[in-house]
T-cell receptor, first 112, second 113 residues
Framework: DGGITQSPKYLFRKEGQNVTLSCEQN?????MYWYRQDPGQGLRLIYY???????QKGDIAEGYSVSREKKESFPLTVTSAQKNPTAFYLC???????????FGPGTRLTVT | AQSVTQLDSQVPVFEEAPVELRCNYS??????LFWYVQYPNQGLQLLLK??????LVKGINGFEAEFNKSQTSFHLRKPSVHISDTAEYFC???????????FGAGTQVVVTP
């Protein structure tokens, strides 16, 4: 079955540590996205990538980094510079611009 | 710049009653509109989308939405809800040249017997 996988489902880290969230898709989509979700705030775009080896900052990129070395993979690193990293992180992909986005199941990150 | 406003943060509704979730957007260019549903601790699932054509869009699970360009709205409706419709619903608009989605803050629907 085609889809998007995110791992792990739950992640716990100590403050000051970098952590990388995995996102893999087998839909052959060109575009991939990372969102952060906080209660009552909807989804906010962190980074997006239209093509391999290219990515752009979204609305809240500070404290995050990404890479896009393969079409299928778009990992997100939450760095120690992110002031409030505890949140639910969602990865998505789409075939073309203005197409619907397909979402993964999410990773809930807790930093203490 | 585009923005999306979901006018209700929470909508309580009785089982088998109708529900309407309101969404307004602002954009100076043509828009593409989406409604997504999210069940607890899960990703988002597409309910329906408006790209062009008929302003009445039918989606999955008995939901439909109407695009109203003059009122810049895209309200979601279901004539009879089930307990299983309890979830959070997000309206989203894609309008910039690249096609990034802008999401509303979400509407929590709680269906009770």
């Amino acid at each position: 079955d085609g889809g998007i996988t995110q791992s792990p489902k739950y992640l716990f880290r100590k403050e000051g540590q970098n952590v990388t969230l995995s996102c893999e898709q087998n839909l052959n989509h060109d575009a991939m996205y990372w969102y952060r979700q906080d209660p009552g705030q909807g989804l906010r775009l962190i980074y997006y990538s239209q093509i391999v080896n290219d990515f752009q900052k979204g609305d809240i990129a500070e404290g995050y980094s990404v890479s896009r070395e393969k079409k299928e993979s778009f990992p997100l690193t939450v760095t120690s510079a992110q002031k409030n990293p505890t949140a639910f992180y969602l990865c998505a992909s789409s075939h073309r611009r203005h197409d619907e986005q397909y979402f993964g199941p999410g990773t809930r990150l807790t930093v203490t | 710049a585009q923005s999306v406003t979901q006018l209700d943060s929470q909508v309580p509704v009785f089982e088998e009653a109708p529900v309407e979730l309101r969404c307004n957007y602002s954009s100076s260019v043509s828009v593409y509109l989406f409604w997504y549903v999210q069940y607890p601790n899960q990703g988002l699932q597409l309910l329906l989308k408006y790209l062009s054509g008929s302003t009445l869009v039918k989606g999955i699970n008995g939901f439909e939405a109407e695009f109203n360009k003059s009122q810049t709205s895209f309200h979601l409706r279901k004539p009879s809800v089930h307990i299983s419709d309890t979830a959070e619903y997000f309206c989203a608009v894609s309008a910039d040249s690249w096609g990034k989605l802008q999401f509303g803050a979400g509407t929590q629907v709680v269906v009770t017997p």
